[in-house]
């Protein structure tokens, strides 16, 4: 059993609150939007970490991570990216990507949108654990945090962080 810490769209904002949440995982994820060089070294930092790069990271960012992450984990093929779209409603080129690919979970960020759901057309869980940081237009911070064990999903939490429209920290 792998206990997984879910993130994406730090937009390079750390706190307590998510560094609490990530220290009884086995591993922290983190669906781009990093920010920071200083995210991605904190986070990797508390447990072994896989990151991709989104759309705001510069070139820093982009030469420590990739653009996506594939791989397999406790019966499981994983894709993960910054830019998918969601459900039915794919982003250009993702429907021929996931039908050569086969994910069972796909994980991606960007949409500063929570939502976890069945992929009933290509059978897979989409995964997106909204927007952990303060920039965007999502009202509550929110990351996700589950269990991969022999090809059963577990104890899935979605964690609320706190509003984003709190004052940010200097």
């Known amino acids: 059993m792998v206990r997984i810490g879910l993130l994406s769209d730090t937009h390079g904002h750390i706190d307590e609150r998510m560094i609490h949440h990530l220290q009884d995982c ?3 994820w983190h669906a781009g939007d990093i920010g920071t060089p200083a995210v991605s070294d904190a986070l990797a930092a508390i447990k072994p970490y896989r990151a991709v ?10 030469r420590m ?3 996506e992450q594939y791989f397999e984990l406790e019966g499981f093929t994983i894709w993960m990216t910054h830019i998918a779209g969601k459900p039915y409603v794919y982003s250009k080129g993702i429907p021929e990507l996931i039908k050569l690919r ?3 979970i796909l994980i991606c960020g960007h949409s500063h949108i929570l939502r976890v759901e069945r992929d ?13 940081g303060y920039h965007g237009f999502h009202k509550t911070r929110t990351m ?3 269990s991969l064990n022999a090809g059963k999903i577990e104890n899935m939490e979605v964690i609320e962080l706190g509003p984003r429209a709190q004052l940010m920290p200097e």
């Open 26 to 28: 086995d591993e922290i």
């Open 53 to 62: 790069y989104g759309n705001i990271d510069g070139h820093v960012l982009r």
């Open 65 to 67: 991570h990739p653009l």
């Open 102 to 104: 086969k994910p069972d």
């Open 120 to 132: 009933k057309k290509f059978n897979f869980l989409y995964m997106n654990p909204g927007a952990a």
């Open 144 to 146: 996700l945090r589950f």
